[in-house]
């Protein structure tokens, strides 16, 4: 067919920019904007592409229409990276203060990392509840409105525990992905062993959090563990 070999040569006909202006006469101006602004390609001014997009709206219009845009992320909404070592993870909670009380000392007994975005909160604890919708809820119930809206993934790192909940008031407990040097995990940080990061476990967690599966993963676990059924998670 004799089409072009580069997808730059492909999209700067004349063509391209007339379907261009049929298919969003109310964007046709930025378009044609951001296709002339090159070095060797002066952008046209208003008149000159209101001449090439017939039908298209005033730049003011414009202006309007493109500050009501949503942009899209530039990234995707991964977890933090976590250190190697759990003794280096130990140490970054060690002097967490809890914001609600005001001491020098540490105060919390269960600082609980946001694998989201990184912060420490007082979990499950009186000092930090806070009231959503006329409830009473935790720090990290309350964390999840702000931050990862509908579910969340937090890290007790004292007790090495997954913590994963949704908005509807429920949540599991999860094995974190921290190994000894014989591979296994201490659910509980019971033993004590030196542990160090599984790359393997945590992109698994990765892949469920990008994935949307966290709610899933909370309702299989209340079916195999009815346990979790008497846990107040909206207190944590």
């Known amino acids: 067919m004799a089409l072009p070999s580069k997808l730059s040569d492909l999209l700067s006909g004349t063509t391209v920019e007339k379907l261009f202006s049929m298919w969003s006469p109310s964007l046709g101006y930025a ?3 951001c296709h002339n602004a090159s070095p060797d390609r002066p952008a046209l001014s208003q008149s000159q592409s209101q001449s090439h997009l017939p039908g298209s709206r005033p730049l003011a219009s414009i202006d309007r229409q ?7 992320p530039i990234r995707p909404n991964l977890l933090i990276d976590l250190p190697y070592s759990y003794s280096d993870l130990i140490n970054q909670v060690a002097n967490f203060r809890c914001p609600s009380v005001p001491l020098d000392e540490p105060t919390s007994n269960m600082p609980t990392m946001c694998l989201v975005c990184g912060r420490v909160l007082c979990s ?3 000092c930090c509840q806070r009231t959503v919708n006329k409830d009473l809820v935790g720090a990290c119930r309350f964390h999840m409105t702000e931050c990862s809206g509908t579910m969340g993934i937090f890290l007790r790192v004292r007790e090495c525990i997954i913590i994963m909940m949704t908005s509807r008031n429920r949540g599991c407990y999860k094995t974190a992905p921290y190994v000894d040097e014989f591979g296994e995990t201490d659910y509980g940080f019971r033993r004590g062993n030196p542990l160090h990061l599984s790359k393997e476990m945590y992109m698994k967690l990765k892949q469920l959090w990008v994935q949307q599966g966290i709610t899933e993963e909370v309702v299989n676990q209340y ?3 009815h346990r979790n059924v008497q846990i107040d998670w909206a207190a944590f």
């Open 31 to 33: 378009l044609l904007e």
């Open 66 to 72: 493109l500050g009501q845009l949503v942009p899209h």
């Open 124 to 126: 499950q604890s009186y």
């Open 223 to 225: 079916e195999i563990d």
